[in-house]
């Protein structure tokens, strides 16, 4: 029997979730939780073989349960179950060690697959998934920040302005800006909030 936990903040979708599996044969909902730090204890706890993990929870998210998850129980495949397939949602989560990436219109017959696919260890991505990895691997250094834009977004996420981050690096306020775009295209982001958040949430920040 494969050994399912479901991790979403929402009861009613935890409820529709264990009445998708209730009639498979083998596989059984062990537990759930409503959030990522729970969802980490109950995988522990009832030894999960297959995490269904949402992405946005309050509390700790799904990107930093799964990258836990991967630490304390290395045995359990993550699968993530989200509305969300924007790039900046799909990279983290990937890189974080998610097994797999599913969007919550899935059939349940393709919930059904993708679960024993991961218990398996094979990976499963939701077509549009697939494109956004498809068009990172396209794009020369895509998502890879070099030294000089980690100490731009670093000073950014401390505050500094333009002409504050310019005169810390010894370089032009126009340099500056082009680094913070190249920043933006890389993280998939549009303002500097955003590419913050991306890089707290990437850990390319302290």
Partial sequence: MIR???VDDHPIVRGGLRDTFADAEDIVVVGEAGDGAEGIERAE????DVVLMDLRMPGMDGVAATAAL???VPSARVLILTTFDSESDVLPAIEAGAIGYLLKDALPD???RAVRAAAR???VLAPSVT???MG???RPGAGTLTDREKQVLQLVANGSSNREAA???FIGEASIKTHLQHIYDKLGVRDRASAVAEGYRRRLLT
């Fill in 4 to 6: 399912l936990v479901v």
């Fill in 45 to 48: 706890q009832l030894a999960a």
């Fill in 70 to 72: 991967r630490e304390r």
């Fill in 110 to 112: 393709e919930l059904m």
């Fill in 121 to 123: 260890g094979e990976s």
């Fill in 131 to 133: 494109q956004h990895l």
């Fill in 136 to 138: 990172q691997v396209r």
């Fill in 167 to 169: 005169a810390a690096l």
